[in-house]
């Protein structure tokens, strides 16, 4: 009897309910099936020049008869709003694969690229493993990987007090697109593992403090930024 009610005392001060609901109220999360919905990037106008914000980029895709749904910055970028690394763009490469080293977080080994095929087909893999990917109508380089083949980076600590707005993107299993931004200032591994939460197997860090969502069903409508590349998903206007 006393052992039965010392595990009934250690049940009732365990958490009822799982983690899942406590991660998901620091992050905005959006879903897409790219084989149903329109998943694109988007750098420069037909001038040439960056779209820069995603208030921009609405007004842009509204003046060409499409609604924006959702979007978020697709990359990290430099000087004249140039991608880092590799962009594909409507079948169209371009900025070209970057395989050197340097420092900062997009050289934060293994880094990797998001991509979508002609079969609107999503994916995520390490920069190496790219070029065996084929018919690739859209794709972003970027870094580090968050998660890989189901196991956290392995520069992660759980530990860390490396702290930022951050977002990503990765794909489940099913071939869903899945995009998360932090509310509050998380680490990687915090939000690495939220990715695994999620049901995704790999995913690709984005970018840091910069980071911007637009996603009115949900009530989050950041219209502001200065980025490189970004990633939307549309529908035909109403």
């Not at 403090?209 to 996603?215: A, D, G, N, P, Q």
Request: aromatic share 10%; glycine share 10%.
């Amino acid at each position: 009897m006393v052992v039965a009610a010392l595990l009934l005392l250690l049940n009732a001060c365990e958490p009822t309910t799982s983690s899942k609901p406590a991660a998901a109220a620091r992050f905005l999360t959006y879903t897409a099936d790219p084989g149903r919905q329109t998943v694109a990037m988007y750098w420069q106008d037909e001038a040439g020049q960056p779209l820069r914000s995603l208030g921009r980029l609405r007004t842009w895709l509204q003046d060409r008869g499409q609604q924006l749904v959702f979007a978020c910055n697709g990359g990290m970028y430099k000087a004249g709003n140039m991608p880092v690394g590799l962009l594909v763009e409507a079948g169209r490469v371009r900025t070209p694969l970057d395989t050197g080293s340097g420092p900062g977080n997009f050289y934060l080994r293994p880094n990797g690229v998001f991509y979508l095929t002609a079969q609107r087909r999503a994916g995520v893999c390490a920069t190496p493993d790219f070029s065996r990917v084929r018919q690739v109508q859209y794709a972003t380089q970027s870094g580090p990987l968050l998660v890989l083949e189901g196991q956290l980076h392995p520069a992660f600590r759980k530990q860390s007090g490396n702290r930022h707005i951050r977002n990503g993107v990765g794909v489940r299993p099913d071939g869903r697109v899945v995009w998360v931004m932090s509310r509050q200032k998380v680490t990687f591994y915090e939000l690495a593992q939220y990715f695994r939460q999620l049901g995704c197997r790999n995913a690709l860090y984005l970018d840091g403090f910069v980071s911007r969502t637009y996603l009115p069903a949900q009530g989050w409508q950041q219209t502001d930024g200065d980025f490189g590349v970004m990633m939307a998903v549309t529908e035909p206007g109403k």
